[in-house]
């Protein structure tokens, strides 16, 4: 009884392996870009990134990943299976947009980098519960093809 599952596991992990080698799995373990770009979807977020101010300062995993190594890998595989999922089954969306999670990540690294400035505007009348980026929506990856328009939320069904 144990050989056909022993058989099936073996498989499973050869087909897995078989996988990763052929997808490059490691280069999306790095901080590259490029790699974030291999996807068509993506290349208006990496061609307004490329010409905006955080190309010389920033990658991507420095503004969208945690920067702490457990939480890092833990949302690198998230994100993956999401897009993985998202291509094998043709749910693409039309417009990409940071999940909840994400953009509290993003805000995490957005107060990393700028502690001063943030202290700045935290101790200024301007103090208040709202997202860097929703002021500052074209600094990380300028206007080139992305929409300046706050985030559309779908309504919930009433």
């Known amino acids: ?14 087909v897995a392996g ?12 790095g901080n590259n870009p490029e790699t974030c770009n291999n996807c068509h979807v993506m290349d208006a977020a ?3 990134w490329y010409h905006a101010g955080h ?8 503004c969208h990943i945690p920067h702490d190594f457990i939480p890092k890998y833990i949302v ?11 291509f094998t089954l043709g749910h693409i969306p039309a417009a990409i947009r940071a999940h909840d999670s994400s ?13 001063e400035t943030v202290a700045n505007i935290l101790d200024s009348s ?21 929409s300046m328009l706050p985030v ?3 309504e919930e069904n009433k």
């Open 1 to 14: 009884m144990k050989l056909p599952l022993v058989i099936g596991l073996m498989a499973l992990i050869v």
């Open 152 to 154: 559309q939320h779908k």
């Open 18 to 29: 078989v996988l990763m080698l052929a997808s490059d799995f490691t280069a999306y373990l």
């Open 55 to 62: 190309q010389d300062w920033a990658a991507c995993n420095d």
């Open 103 to 115: 953009r509290q990540v993003i805000q995490e690294n957005c107060i990393r980098c700028h502690t």
């Open 76 to 86: 690198k595989a998230q994100s993956g299976f999401r897009h993985v999922s998202a």
């Open 126 to 146: 301007m103090a208040g519960e709202r997202l860097c980026f929703e002021c500052h929506r074209d600094v990380a990856h300028g206007s080139r093809g992305l």
């Open 46 to 48: 990496y061609e307004g």
